[in-house]
Structure formats: C-alpha cells, structure tokens
C-alpha cells in the first residue's frame, strides 16, 4: 500500500525557517516527480514547487513565484524522502502543506503556521 507522510509542520515566527519532510511508504520515488502544494484558509490549493526525477544524482526542480528563492526541495533517496526547506517564512505561507507523488496520491498534510 502506497503511503506519503508529511511531518516538520508548526508555529514560527515571521522570518524563521521550517524544513517539510515527505517519506514514502509501498514505493519509491525513483522515477517519479514529486510536489509540494499548499492550501490556505479560504483558498485553492495551489502548487509550491517540484522535484523532477532524473536519475539517483537528482533531478530539476521549479518553483511557484511566490516561493522562489527563500524554499528549496530535495531528495534524499536511501530514506525515500524529499524535503521542502523553508526560509524568510511570510505570515501568507501558513497553510496546510501537501506532499503529492506516484501520478495522484496525497498525504494528509502538515500544517505550518507563520505569526507576524
């Protein structure tokens, strides 16, 4: 059975960093692209950046406009995990924070929260 599980969510202040971690349980990530999306209060949930799988010395990755620069997502592939570091934290990045890999699974979120 194909499991993602997020976790590293919580309450840091405006300009703290946090570090998200996805690990995969009943696949590997091998060969698949992995997402990081999010989903604020009220809104849609909207994409936040992918790892694109291209081999076991990485892959390319990309970034929405609103995150690009201060988060970076990584592999690391002996603990089938990939991460989303999270630096300069904005009160407009709390959201709940999904993992999304295999074509269409989803974990059940962490929540990361950002006080002012």
């Known amino acids: 059975q194909v499991q993602l599980v997020e976790s590293g969510g919580g309450l840091v202040q405006a300009g703290g960093s946090l570090r998200l971690s996805c690990a995969a349980s009943?696949?590997?990530?091998?060969?698949?692209?992995v997402y990081w999306y999010r989903q604020a209060p009220g809104k849609e949930r909207e994409f936040v950046a992918v790892i694109r799988w291209s081999g076991w010395s990485g892959g390319s990755t990309y970034y929405a406009d609103s995150v690009k620069g201060r988060f970076n997502i990584s592999t690391n592939n002996a603990k089938n995990t990939v991460y989303l570091q999270m630096n300069s934290l904005k009160p407009e990045d709390t959201a709940i924070y999904y993992c999304?890999?295999?074509?269409?699974?989803w974990g059940q979120g962490t929540q990361v929260t950002v006080s002012s």
């Open positions: 999304n890999a295999f074509s269409n699974y």
């Open positions: 009943g696949r590997t990530f091998s060969s698949y692209d």
